[in-house]
């Protein structure tokens, strides 16, 4: 177990490695050097440009040296939890994110939460009730849920609750504790404001989500140790419960590798579209204006989301899981 | 020679079939070709049929977008900010009339300094048909004014309202469908190509290179793709025509779709390639292009169809939410997604439902495809 967990943990760094440097070639596509532009920008505007900061920034982050040496530069200093500068805002990157990256962890995990328990019920029943009216109607909502992109689905909502409630349903927190110190009345704020983009968000996760496990807990239902188990008298739900359902939920574990990544794209979409104070909305706007250091970090920090996740959900399931093979080479 | 050992000889030739006759029926099932069993079974997938029909009369109305159009693309209507749609009527005051619909009478709210639109039921203005209105370029090349419909002499229609410009919104939804439903198939066709290409190598060749496209595989699906489509586009020069930010914007499409197709190819080859024809063709000299081409691809290539299928609306909603952020397509350009930056300000979609109107499209072909590539999937295996 140890040697598969050293394993599996050089596999996530080197893979954050590549990760890294591929998101620092990206966010430098865009041609020009973004320092220069702004001087150039502010000098035709006649302002004064303070050329000691910009030379003291400059040097701070190596923008005069070569790509490969930026690189390391950035690298090291993300190590260190120094995110970079965001010259557009003209703050380092931690104050322009400060509380949205916990804020963004919170309505990723609670998405997938939201994912797992309306999934694993609806699921179940559908499967135990095949060809039911219930099995139908459930099916038929999971399409719609599946292919109402969930941007637009953020829209009809946020345009039915102002026209129909006259409410809003944007942001992530009463507006008077914006820029304030968490406490508990702001955390209990949160929460109240979490209900509408966690069931957003998580509309299509869980739309896919039980279409596999009844495929997967339907394979199960019919097969021969159940049948002995069912003659040998064992009451249907210790039946269900204790062999078919368990076999059905690896994949059910195995999947958060597909999951994460869509929850997480999902929810930037769906901040920005809602306003929410995740790392979302900062994100289009330093892309647009070639913040390369806040997008970077942003994306980074995305990517780094991800990566955990499902190095989280690979332990579980290696743990849960007997006939997972522990040690290398696959079966050819 | 006694009469008890002499053998019967039919005097009939030899009918091997004699047995096992076939009806003209089962004849017509034995030597129906793959493709042939693919549509028989996609056919009884009404759900698959009736969702090709509507996406076929989609992409035809692609082609003769200016025909459809009441209105031309950058046609303006000055009068007529944010009018809300009028609704074709039939009958006036009990009387047959045809189709046509009420004038709109504006007037200003001096209080909330909004225009207000209301029907004027006295003016009737009758819709014209196979007429000429606005002037436009068919496809850019051919002058022309032919339309399906027209407004009546000096009236409108707006079907679906008008935007903040005053130009109308179903017509420029249907030219919105041109950019839209093609952004999908150009972006397919190139991730088809790259998806069979490195998945091919990769299962055809194993060893290190099939280790190195597994990894790339690997790292390419942990990142969310969203984020990542969002960076690509960012990336493409401002200075760049519309038209090439068009073709850009399909390639980064794809170059982040590929890695789910390339995996399905190599998963295939990796088992067809130890198959005893593999073998014997390669014996025999074939070339591995050949060998993939001609023995191993055809063996999945109905699954292939419809794993593309399924992921074409993937394709269509990702070029919305781009250009919908502002990162993707810019005008003159126009797509759904263009014209939904409009909705994004919640106030003007409350008093202005009616900008909302080019999502419907977009879920309708989203679920059409979806629908389609299921039965396609149903159906890619007809000999099971």
Wanted: include cysteine; glycine fraction near 8%.
């Amino acid at each position: 177990m140890l040697n598969y967990l050293a394993r599996r943990t050089l596999v996530m760094v080197v893979t954050l490695a590549i990760i890294s440097a591929l998101v620092f070639i990206i966010v430098n596509l865009p041609e020009g050097d973004y320092l220069s532009s702004v001087i150039a920008e502010l000098e035709s505007q006649g302002e004064n440009v303070d050329r000691q900061k910009i030379q003291f920034l400059r040097e701070q982050y190596g923008l005069d040296q070569p790509l490969w040496r930026q690189y390391l530069v950035w690298v090291g200093g993300l190590l260190q939890g120094d995110l970079g500068f965001s010259f557009e805002l003209d703050l380092p990157v931690q104050d322009v994110l400060g509380d949205r990256i916990f804020l963004t962890i919170v309505v990723n995990f609670f998405s997938v939460l939201f994912i797992y328990i309306v999934a694993f019920p609806i699921g179940v029943y559908s499967a135990t009730h095949q060809y039911s009216w219930g099995d139908y109607g459930l099916t038929f909502l999971g399409f719609l849920g599946l292919a109402t992109p969930n941007f637009l689905l953020a829209l009809i909502l946020m345009y039915a609750a102002n026209r129909f409630f006259g409410t809003s349903i944007g942001t992530l927190m009463a507006p008077e504790f914006l820029d304030q110190p968490m406490s508990f009345a702001k955390a209990l704020s949160i929460l109240e404001h979490l209900a509408a983009p966690v069931i957003i968000i998580g509309t299509a996760g869980t739309a896919g989500m039980i279409r596999r496990l009844r495929a997967n807990l339907l394979d199960e239902l019919y097969k021969q140790y159940v049948v002995t188990a069912r003659a040998k008298g064992l009451a249907e739900g210790k039946l269900l419960v204790k062999y078919p359902l368990r076999m059905a939920l690896n994949p059910f574990i195995a999947d958060i590798g597909n999951l994460l990544p869509q929850v997480v794209s999902g929810s930037v979409i769906v901040s920005i579209v809602m306003g929410l104070e995740t790392v979302g909305p900062p994100l289009v706007r330093a892309l647009q204006s070639q913040d390369f250091f806040l997008s970077g970090a942003v994306l980074m920090f995305v990517a780094v989301l991800t990566v955990i996740g499902m190095f989280l959900s690979d332990l579980a399931l290696a743990v849960l899981d007997p006939r997972i093979r522990l040690t290398g080479g696959a079966a050819k | 020679m006694s009469d008890g050992n002499r053998h019967f000889v039919s005097s009939e030739p030899f009918n091997p079939q004699q047995i096992e006759a076939l009806t003209a029926e089962q004849e017509k099932y034995f030597l129906a070709s793959q493709w042939k069993m693919m549509w028989w079974r996609l056919k009884r997938h009404r759900l698959a049929v009736a969702s090709g029909i509507v996406l076929a009369i989609m992409y035809f109305s692609v082609v003769i977008t200016e025909f459809l159009a009441p209105y031309e693309l950058s046609a303006r209507s000055e009068d007529f900010l944010h009018a809300p749609p009028q609704g074709i009527h039939f009958f006036h005051e009990g009387d047959f009339v045809g189709p046509f619909v009420y004038g709109l009478d504006q007037t200003l709210n001096l209080e909330t300094l909004q225009r207000e639109y209301s029907v004027n039921r006295d003016e009737v203005q009758p819709l014209r048909f196979f007429c000429s209105g606005d002037p436009y370029r068919f496809w850019g090349m051919v002058e022309a004014d032919f339309h399906l419909v027209c407004p009546a002499e000096g009236g409108t229609l707006f079907l679906l309202g008008t935007d903040r410009l005053g130009h109308d919104m179903w017509s420029r939804i249907l030219y919105g469908a041109r950019i839209s439903l093609t952004v999908g198939l150009i972006g397919i066709t190139l991730s088809f190509i790259l998806g069979i290409v490195i998945g091919g190598l990769a299962g055809y060749f194993g060893g290190w290179v099939d280790n190195l496209v597994q990894r790339v595989i690997e790292i390419l699906r942990s990142l969310p793709e969203l984020p990542l489509w969002m960076a690509l586009s960012a990336a493409l020069p401002a200075r760049w025509s519309p038209i090439l930010v068009y073709f850009g914007i399909t390639l980064i499409l794809a170059l982040v779709d590929w890695p789910g197709l390339a995996r399905a190819v190599r998963s295939k080859l990796l088992a067809l390639r130890e198959e005893d024809f593999t073998t014997a063709a390669t014996l025999m000299g074939a070339k591995p292009s050949r060998v993939i081409g001609r023995h191993l691809l055809p063996n999945f290539m109905s699954h292939l169809i419809a794993s593309a299928t399924l992921s074409i609306p993937t394709m269509i909603l990702a070029e919305t939410a781009l250009s919908f952020l502002g990162l993707g397509l810019r005008p003159p350009i126009t797509s759904w997604g263009v014209l939904l930056i409009e909705a994004q300000n919640i106030e003007a979609v409350t008093l202005f439902p009616w900008l909302m109107t080019p999502m419907v499209p977009v879920i309708i072909v989203v679920l059409a495809f979806n629908f389609l590539g299921d039965g396609l999937r149903d159906a890619a295996d007809p000999y099971k």
